[in-house]
């Protein structure tokens, strides 16, 4: 398990941009896969984006694929979630995320940050 924390959220206008941070706790990082979840009001949690533990690889919803952009320094405990051309739909509550080499499941959770997108 790690302790992770969240930042960077905020208001911005439809076609802006934001850049997320989530940092972790402890020496072993770059064991952990890690990956961006968001909750809209009303709506159920749902699956952004991940990278694995070296960066080599990553994975985007749909949706977000050609604007948002994962990406994660081992040397600072931090993952980042660069997010362009955001829409309205984009409003929720963004968490960051970490699973074990081992592990099946997401163990670990922020307390996420709120992106509000106005049109």
């Known amino acids: 398990q790690v302790q992770l924390v969240e930042s960077g959220g905020g208001l911005v206008q439809a076609g802006g941009s934001l850049r997320l941070s989530c940092v972790a706790s402890g020496r072993t990082f770059s064991r952990y896969a890690m990956a961006w979840f968001r909750q809209a009001p009303g709506k159920e949690r749902e699956f952004v984006t991940t990278?694995?533990?070296?960066?080599?690889?990553?994975s985007y919803v749909d949706s977000v694929k050609g604007r948002f952009t994962i990406s994660r320094d081992n040397a600072k405990n931090t993952v980042y979630l660069q997010m362009n051309s955001l829409k309205p739909e984009a409003t929720a509550v963004y968490y960051c995320?970490?699973?074990?080499?081992?592990?099946?499941?997401?163990?670990?959770w922020g307390q996420g940050t709120q992106v509000t997108v106005s049109s």
């Open positions: 995320a970490a699973r074990g080499v081992t592990a099946t499941s997401w163990g670990s």
């Open positions: 990278i694995s533990g070296s960066g080599g690889f990553t």
